[in-house]
């Protein structure tokens, strides 16, 4: 099984950037979707960006888009989220999670429950 591992949070002020990583460990991402989720204080887990390691096709949700990026190194079996033009409201904990891709599934709806693995968390934090 594999074991995501987050690094890269931190503090940012408002219009900045920031990337966290998201690396394998275990085996690999192969035949994986790998996704990101957020949660901040008081408020559910939500999805922020997805994408299918075999093929690198990407989702995100509406309120990153244009803003973030989700990519890959496949040498390094590592997931990366590059975050600019950060806002107030994109503080949260940011969580990695991992599940094997199914047949016929599309990645890009399965709620956090059907991630089958996940990292610890990492906290970004966006100051006004």
């Known amino acids: 099984q594999v074991q995501p591992v987050e690094s890269g949070g931190g503090l940012v002020q408002a219009g900045g950037s920031l990337r966290l990583s998201c690396a394998a460990s275990?085996?690999?991402?192969?035949?994986?979707?790998v996704a990101w989720f957020r949660q901040a204080p008081g408020k559910e887990r939500e999805f922020v960006t997805a994408?299918?390691?075999?093929?690198?096709?990407?989702y995100y949700a509406d309120s990153v888009k244009g803003r973030f990026t989700i990519s890959r190194d496949i040498a390094k079996n590592t997931v990366y989220l590059q975050m600019n033009s950060l806002k107030p409201e994109d503080t949260a904990v940011y969580y990695c999670?991992?599940?094997?891709?199914?047949?016929?599934?599309?990645?890009?709806?399965?709620?956090?429950?059907?991630?089958?693995?996940w990292g610890q968390g990492t906290q970004v934090t966006v100051s006004s």
């Open positions: 999670a991992a599940r094997p891709l199914v047949p016929y599934s599309n990645y890009a709806r399965w709620s956090p429950s059907q991630y089958d693995y």
């Open positions: 275990g085996r690999t991402f192969s035949s994986y979707a």
């Open positions: 994408i299918n390691w075999s093929t690198g096709t990407t």
